[in-house]
C-alpha cells in the first residue's frame, strides 16, 4: 500500500474549505461569460499577477499552448530553454497544432537564459528563416530542481527580448513557489512578461486547471484559441470556486513545502550513493542523481515501502506539497536510507 506519494505536487487533493466553496459555487455559462465564480477567479489571478485580464484553461499545458497560438502566426519561431516544459513535455504541441517552431536555448543550471544567448537566437529578416516572434520562461524551472528566478533576471532575459521585439510569455506553472521562495509579491516577477500561466493543480492544491493572463486584447484572442481547442467550459465555476480559494489561503502556505524539501534534500544528503546539494533546493522539487541504471529500480522499491517517488534512469525526483504530514516525510526519508544501502 502506498503511504506517502511524491511523485508530484499534482497529486494533491482540494482543502476541506475548496470543497466547500465548490459546493456553493454560483454558475453560469461561461461560454456565454456568465459564470460569476470563473468571472471572479480570473480577475482575481490577473491582479493578483498585476495583467489586465485573465483566462482559466484546463491545464499548463493548454494555457502554454493557447499562449504561443495567441502570440504567433504559422511558421513563426518561439525561442524556449532546451531543459524546459514545454521544449519537452507538451508532446510538441505548438508545433503540431500551431505549426509554430520551437527553437531550443542552452539554460544554465538554475534555470536561467543568458541575455545574450536570447539576442543571439533571433533570426535575421530573411525569407529562409522563420520569424522570431516570442521568447518563453519558466519560473520556477522543474527541470533544475524547482530553482526560482529572481525579479532581476526575469527582467534581463525579457528585456534582452523586448528589445528584439519579440513578446515574452511566462510558464509560471509554479511561479508563487518562487514568489514564496524569494519572499516578494508574485507580480514583481511577472512584470515584464507579456503573458504568464500559472498551475491551480499543483502546489496550490486544486483538483483542476490554470490561468492565462496578458492584456485584455491579448486574451480576447487567447479565448479564441481556447474554443477551438474544445476548451469553452460551461459551468466551470464549480471547479474555478476551488482556485478563489487557492489564492487566498493557499500561497503562504507553500513555505511549509519549501522547508520540507531542504529538510528531505539535507538527510539525503548523507546517504551512501546520492548525489544533491541541498543548498540548491529552493523550491519543492528535489531532483537527485543516483548510479547509473539503478534509477528505476530505487523507485520500484520504494514503491515497495510505500513511497512514489519519480525514477528515470540514473535521476529520480521527489516533489513535496500540500497533505503530507512530516511523520510521512520521515517515513519516506528511512525508506530511502534503506533502500540507498541495500543496493549499494
Ligand atoms: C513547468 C511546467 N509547466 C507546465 C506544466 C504542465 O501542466 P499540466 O500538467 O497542468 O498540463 C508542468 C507540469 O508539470 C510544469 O511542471
Known sequence: MIRVDLRSDTVTHPSPEMRRAMYEAELGDDVYGDDPTVNELQQKAADTLGKEAGLFVTSGTQGNLVAVLAHCQRGDEVLVGDQCHIMN??????????????????????????????????????????????????????????RALNAGQMKAMADAAHEKDLQVHLDGARIFNAAVALGVPASDLTEQMDSATFCLSKGLSCPIGSVLVGSKDFIDEADRWRKMLGAGMRQVGIVAAAGIVALDSMIDRMQEDHDSARHIASRMAEMKGISVDPEHIQTNIIRFDVPAHTGNEIAARMKEEGVHINGGDSDLRIVTHYGVSSEDYEFAISALDRVMKEIS
Open 89 to 146: 513535455n507538451e508532446a510538441g504541441g505548438t508545433m503540431v497544432l500551431g505549426s509554430v517552431i520551437l527553437y531550443p536555448i542552452k539554460t544554465d543550471a538554475f534555470g536561467f537564459l543568458e541575455p545574450d544567448l536570447i539576442q543571439e537566437a533571433v533570426k535575421p529578416r530573411d525569407y529562409h528563416k522563420p520569424p522570431t516572434r516570442l521568447l518563453t520562461i519558466e519560473n520556477t524551472h522543474n527541470a533544475s530542481s524547482g
